[in-house]
């Protein structure tokens, strides 16, 4: 019995002197997780994601996340997620910031051995797609004053829809000036505004006094989140003004499509073309429509109208000079009729 029993005992010993002999043989498990404890039994860590602010809340793929203390700055994956690993416990800021959107922080408190996830949603921008100013000087007979106007057009995008953008204002910080242009109000296109300014509504109550000073847009979105556009200058006022010779005086002609003629402009020094316009007027009413409209170059002076204009109809047409920048200057109004 006895030696049966020490049989089964060496017999037991040799199964787990084989079995440990297996074990040293087989390889421990890859552990290629930074965030396996295992990896880093006393250190911590932060994953997460960046999204875009509004639903359906796409990943911002160009985002880059700096986390402090450490310095430490990791690019987002087009999907969006990032992770910092082998930190130590204690308190971080991150800070994740991408062109085009507002940066966003947010704090963590770390344990040892332990991690947080976090998300990000940063607002996207509004965008100043374009912005110029001019000026426009207006003769009318009616009016024996000339009358200045400043021109101011701008364009406005979001990409998070331009139903975003609460607010756009017009600035000229040298004179305190500040107005806000009604965003509900398009001019021909989502997003694009114009806005004319009399000399009594500028600084000073003259267009004059505008020269030299930078101009700006401020463009809010619905958080209140707000970008500048670049500086803007208006270059030049025309203070001349250009003449018509044929047909005026509300004269009667026969032809249908009349040739204007109007004086040369000799007197400015700087590149300039001709505009010239023709109006529509209704009876009785104090309203007109433009019908027709060609652009020339400085040597000319005379152009024939190119489509017919209906008889038995009152007209009146314009002659401007507009220079290199948009900035013009007008005629009065030249009448005539086209009889039947």
Not at 59 to 83: E, H, K, L, M, T
């Amino acid at each position: 019995m006895k030696l049966r029993t020490i049989r089964y005992i060496f017999w037991f010993m040799g199964i787990l002197i084989g079995m440990a002999g297996i074990v040293r043989c087989v390889k421990d498990a890859p552990r290629d997780n930074p965030l396996d404890p295992v990896v880093n039994p006393n250190k911590c860590w932060v994953q997460g994601t960046v999204y875009r602010y509004y639903p359906p809340f796409r990943p911002v793929s160009s985002a880059r996340i700096q986390i402090s203390p450490g310095n430490q700055w990791v690019d987002a994956s087009p999907d969006g997620v990032f992770a910092f690993t082998d930190l130590q416990p204690g308190d971080y800021l991150l800070y994740a910031s991408a062109s085009g959107y507002s940066a966003d922080t947010i704090h963590v408190s770390l344990e040892q051995s332990s991690g947080k996830t976090v998300q990000f949603n940063l607002n996207a921008l509004p965008k100043i797609e374009s912005f110029i100013v001019r000026s426009e000087h207006i003769n009318m007979w009616r009016n024996p004053q000339s009358l200045y106007r400043l021109y101011v057009e701008t364009t406005v995008s979001d990409p998070d829809g331009i139903w975003d953008v609460k607010n756009i204002r017009f600035l000229i910080p040298q004179f305190t000036f500040v107005d806000t242009i009604n965003t509900s109000e398009y001019y021909d296109s989502p997003g694009k505004y114009i806005v004319h300014y009399s000399e009594n509504k500028l600084p000073g109550s003259s267009i004059e006094n505008l020269l030299g000073y930078p101009m700006f847009i401020e463009a809010i979105d619905d958080i209140n989140t707000s970008v500048l556009s670049s500086p803007v200058y208006l270059a030049r006022i025309i203070n001349m003004r250009p003449n018509t010779v044929e047909p005026q005086g509300f004269i009667y002609i026969n032809d249908p499509r009349p040739v204007l003629k109007w004086q040369p402009v000799d007197e400015l020094v700087y590149p300039f073309t001709y505009r010239i316009e023709v109006f529509w007027t209704i009876s009785g009413v104090n309203k007109s429509y433009l019908k027709w409209s060609q652009n020339v170059m400085f040597e000319t002076d005379s152009i024939r109208v190119s489509q017919p204009l209906d008889r038995d109809e009152n007209y009146y047409w314009t002659v401007s000079v507009v220079d290199e920048f948009g900035n013009w200057s007008s005629s009065r109004e030249a009448e005539f009729k086209v009889t039947q």
